[in-house]
T-cell receptor
Framework: ETGVTQTPRHLVMGMTNKKSLKCEQHLGHNAMYWYKQSAKKPLELMFVYNFKEQTENNSVPSRFSPECPNSSHLFLHLHTLQPEDSALYLC?????????????????FGPGTRLTVL | KNEVEQSPQNLTAQEGEFITINCSYSVGISALHWLQQHPGGGIVSLFMLSSGKKKHGRLIATINIQEKHSSLHITASHPRDSAVYICAVISGEGAQKLVFGQGTRLTINP
């Protein structure tokens, strides 16, 4: 497989369920991202991981819990979600230009997981 | 008001027409992305630019940093160009946080 893959592609869950979204990048990148795309709203950044360390949490509720066990894999654990959390969740990866952060890196996106919370 | 505004929000055209999508932003940026999102959700990065103009096939992207404005042009449009086109900016050198426009839904009819 190449690029950025996400599983599952579609997920329907109840408000009391616990589920996880998985993202895997095959590009050798060292940064990974979770984005949320709700209907009729712009994409919103949720979390950023650099070298497996979380470096940005964009005021995301604690019912969303990210995990980055290595630089190729990123998970988003979901529990006690609300119907308004129904959205397309997109993962992306990029290659950071060193610890100085110089340069601006292109992000490569996965196909997304379409989540419906009943 | 969003930091990144796109116009138009929806655009329908006939095959072969020249297409222009505009993006204006209100913050200082180090770079701007044009992204394409097809039905089903997958996003593809088309261009990243910080000055001037870039061309790839029938797609052309321009940016004017002084005016805080970018345009995406499609020449000889084709039904397969139908997608949502999204403008996104990065506010600082080495920054990672993309701020997105709301997208422009383009439909090209045969």
């Amino acid at each position: 497989e190449t690029g950025v893959t996400q599983t599952p592609r579609h997920l329907v869950m109840g408000m009391t369920n616990k589920k996880s979204l998985k993202c895997e990048q095959h590009l050798g990148h060292n940064a990974m991202y979770w984005y949320k795309q709700s209907a009729k709203k712009p994409l919103e950044l949720m979390f950023v991981y650099n070298f497996k360390e979380q470096t940005e949490n964009n005021s995301v509720p604690s019912r969303f819990s990210p995990e980055c066990p290595n630089s190729s894999h990123l998970f988003l654990h979901l529990h006690t979600l609300q119907p308004e959390d129904s959205a397309l969740y997109l993962c992306a990866s990029s290659q950071r230009s060193g610890t100085s952060g110089r340069g601006t890196d292109t992000q490569y996106f996965g196909p997304g997981t379409r989540l419906t919370v009943l | 008001k969003n930091e990144v505004e796109q116009s138009p929000q929806n655009l329908t055209a006939q095959e072969g027409e020249f297409i222009t999508i505009n993006c204006s932003y209100s913050v200082g940026i180090s770079a701007l992305h044009w992204l394409q999102q097809h039905p089903g959700g997958g996003i593809v990065s088309l261009f990243m630019l910080s000055s001037g103009k870039k061309k790839h096939g029938r797609l052309i992207a321009t940016i004017n940093i002084q005016e805080k404005h970018s345009s995406l042009h499609i020449t000889a449009s084709h039904p397969r160009d139908s997608a949502v086109y999204i403008c996104a900016v990065i506010s600082g050198e080495g920054a990672q946080k993309l701020v997105f426009g709301q997208g422009t839904r383009l439909t090209i009819n045969p």
